[in-house]
């Protein structure tokens, strides 16, 4: 079960990557995926992830960080988005994705799921909408980072995951406030509206 309580961009890398990528879209719905220099979030780039937008191979992804590859114990490259994602939370997820990518708008909530030690695990989701050769719904960009301490990567899995709470970031695009903590630290370093339950 995810929490109830759950405070919005929570984690330094949601926030770098929401900031980054509000300022490389300017007055634009969304900024290209030519303007996403990835030296300039190196920091974050483990907890990033680009998804190729395509409802019928279940939203690929392009690139996935080495923090959200080590939180599923494998490369996740060219796998569905999707099938992170237990029964009950998948069209809801489909359904976030053509959110995000025909209106333009950022989505942040939380995400939970079962380690194989057994110990449950909250994680925070980002979603952004990136064009790309003319679409504006080809790409969507995000974070899939643990909430607190990563003192599990590299020791144990996380199994799928079920949608908790979301938040959309609508026209103004205005981000919440952070929440005060620590960045999560985690074994491996480097690498590249409210709605409760996951109904949507």
């Not at 909530?109 to 952004?128: F, K, P, Q, R």
């Not at 064009?131 to 996380?158: E, F, I, K, M, Q």
Request: glycine share 10%; charged share 20%; net charge positive.
């Amino acid at each position: 079960m995810c929490s109830e309580t759950w405070a919005p961009m929570r984690h330094s890398s949601t926030r770098e990557l929401f900031d980054y990528w509000n300022s490389r879209r300017g007055l634009r719905a969304a900024p290209d995926r030519a303007d996403i220099e990835p030296g300039a979030i190196r920091k974050i780039l483990a907890d990033t992830f680009i998804l190729s937008v395509d409802e019928t191979a279940g939203h690929r992804f392009r690139i996935a960080g080495t923090r959200v590859c080590a939180a599923f114990g494998r490369e996740l490259k060219n796998e569905s988005f999707l099938d992170l994602w237990d029964a009950d939370s998948r069209q809801s997820v489909r359904n976030l994705i053509a959110v995000v990518t025909g209106e333009a708008t950022a989505v942040v909530g939380s995400a939970c799921g079962m380690s194989t030690a057994g110990t449950n695990h909250e994680v925070e989701l980002l979603m952004l909408p990136l064009s790309h050769r003319g679409r504006t719904n080809a790409r969507v960009l995000g974070v899939l980072a643990p909430r607190d301490a990563a003192y599990w990567l590299g020791a144990c899995t996380l199994g799928p995951l079920s949608l908790g709470t979301l938040r959309y970031l609508g026209p103004g695009l205005e981000a919440p406030p952070i929440a005060p903590t620590a960045r999560p630290e985690g074994r491996i370093r480097h690498g590249f509206i409210v709605i409760d339950g996951g109904q949507t």
